[in-house]
């Protein structure tokens, strides 16, 4: 386990719209454990999507984590300025005979029960204009979630060959997560919890990489404090960069930290302050039942 010195989080938004509220706890959640471990807190934007990517949302981004007082160390990283790197880790995985061609569409894996089988692995034909996969294992890989305990899950059963090229050329976010993690030497992740089930898959890549494997805590947000379903319309409210000190005290109360009532009206500042002082990861809370469903459309590739 890396010393506090040593650690280095990140934020790292797709800049698909603004900041809501579910992005927000995804940010003051990392933000705060990188600072109470006096801790870097890089960002990365995730702009590897064009098509759902409006010119103006990651600059807008930027903005609202200013108003927030949530500023970052170094220079943001574009994802979009990596390709070469992901590039470079495709042919690691080429030279290790992982991946393999593919033009199922997703009817297709609907049709498998949502676990690719595996099925172009061993196609005598050539797959013209598909996606690239990489073969994955029957092993079981675990990692310690520090906010969701133990978590295991085995890739061959519950999520299949998965897509590391997309068929329309772009790299997906499985693949350029890694790597960027890795070249950012990203010690801890805070995130939201619709990636649990991202990170074996991150982690096996990261094996055949041959790059560490951070930290991961994974933050409950669809849930309240109280652990109740949160709607999605409050979930996907966009959050107002002219009143950030109230915002900032209500994520607080979602990630279980009690802050002070009296807090709601100090400056951002302040309750930041006080934040960083009391940050308890513990108090997050945990998901009342995880599901380990590896749904490409529930990925953000
Ligand atoms: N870019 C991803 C998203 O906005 C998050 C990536 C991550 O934190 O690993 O959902």
Request: one cysteine or more; aromatic letters at 8%; charged letters at 20%.
């Given at each position: 386990?890396?010393?506090?010195?040593?650690?280095?989080?990140?934020?790292?938004?797709?800049?698909?719209?603004?900041?809501?509220?579910?992005?927000?706890?995804?940010?003051?959640?990392?933000?705060?454990?990188?600072?109470?471990?006096?801790?870097?807190?890089?960002?990365?934007?995730?702009?590897?999507?064009?098509?759902?990517?409006?010119?103006?949302?990651?600059?807008?981004?930027?903005?609202?984590?200013?108003?927030?007082?949530?500023?970052?160390?170094?220079?943001?990283?574009?994802?979009?300025?990596?390709?070469?790197?992901?590039?470079?880790?495709?042919?690691?995985?080429?030279?290790?005979?992982?991946?393999?061609?593919?033009?199922?569409?997703?009817?297709?894996?609907?049709?498998?029960?949502?676990?690719?089988?595996?099925?172009?692995?061993?196609?005598?034909?050539?797959?013209?204009?598909?996606?690239?996969?990489?073969?994955?294992?029957?092993?079981?890989?675990?990692?310690?979630?520090?906010?969701?305990?133990?978590?295991?899950?085995?890739?061959?059963?519950?999520?299949?060959?998965?897509?590391?090229?997309?068929?329309?050329?772009?790299?997906?976010?499985?693949?350029?997560?890694?790597?960027?993690?890795?070249?950012?030497?990203?010690?801890?992740?805070?995130?939201?919890?619709?990636?649990?089930?991202?990170?074996?898959?991150?982690?096996?890549?990261?094996?055949?990489?041959?790059?560490?494997?951070?930290?991961?805590?994974?933050?409950?947000?669809?849930?309240?404090?109280?652990?109740?379903?949160?709607?999605?319309?409050?979930?996907?409210?966009?959050?107002?960069?002219?009143?950030?000190?109230?915002?900032?005290?209500?994520?607080?109360?979602?990630?279980?930290?009690?802050?002070d009532p009296a807090l709601a009206n100090a400056?951002?500042?302040?309750?930041?302050?006080?934040?960083?002082?009391?940050?308890?990861?513990?108090?997050?809370?945990?998901?009342?039942?995880?599901?380990?469903?590896?749904?490409?459309?529930?990925?953000?590739?």
């Amino acid at each position: 386990m890396p010393s506090e010195a040593d650690y280095i989080g990140r934020f790292a938004p797709s800049p698909s719209g603004p900041l809501h509220f579910g992005s927000l706890v995804a940010a003051l959640a990392s933000f705060l454990d990188a600072r109470s471990h006096h801790g870097q807190w890089l960002l990365r934007m995730e702009d590897l999507d064009p098509a759902r990517e409006p010119p103006e949302a990651a600059g807008q981004i930027l903005r609202s984590l200013d108003a927030f007082g949530l500023h970052w160390d170094g220079e943001v990283l574009y994802q979009s300025t990596r390709l070469e790197a992901y590039r470079e880790a495709l042919h690691q995985l080429q030279a290790q005979g992982l991946i393999y061609a593919c033009d199922c569409s997703r009817q297709d894996v609907q049709g498998m029960g949502g676990v690719y089988d595996g099925r172009c692995r061993h196609r005598s034909d050539p797959v013209t204009g598909g996606a690239l996969r990489v073969q994955v294992t029957d092993e079981t890989l675990h990692f310690d979630d520090l906010i969701q305990g133990l978590q295991a899950q085995q890739l061959g059963k519950e999520c299949g060959d998965f897509v590391v090229l997309r068929k329309d050329g772009l790299f997906a976010y499985q693949i350029a997560v890694v790597v960027d993690d890795a070249w950012q030497h990203i010690t801890h992740v805070v995130r939201g919890s619709d990636l649990l089930d991202s990170t074996a898959r991150q982690i096996y890549l990261q094996q055949r990489l041959g790059y560490a494997t951070p930290r991961y805590a994974h933050i409950p947000v669809a849930v309240n404090a109280e652990g109740q379903k949160l709607s999605k319309q409050h979930f996907a409210r966009a959050i107002d960069d002219a009143h950030p000190a109230p915002q900032l005290w209500q994520v607080l109360q979602f990630l279980g930290q009690a802050p002070d009532p009296a807090l709601a009206n100090a400056s951002t500042d302040d309750i930041l302050h006080w934040a960083i002082q009391h940050w308890d990861i513990q108090a997050v809370p945990k998901l009342a039942n995880i599901r380990h469903d590896c749904d490409d459309a529930a990925s953000p590739d």
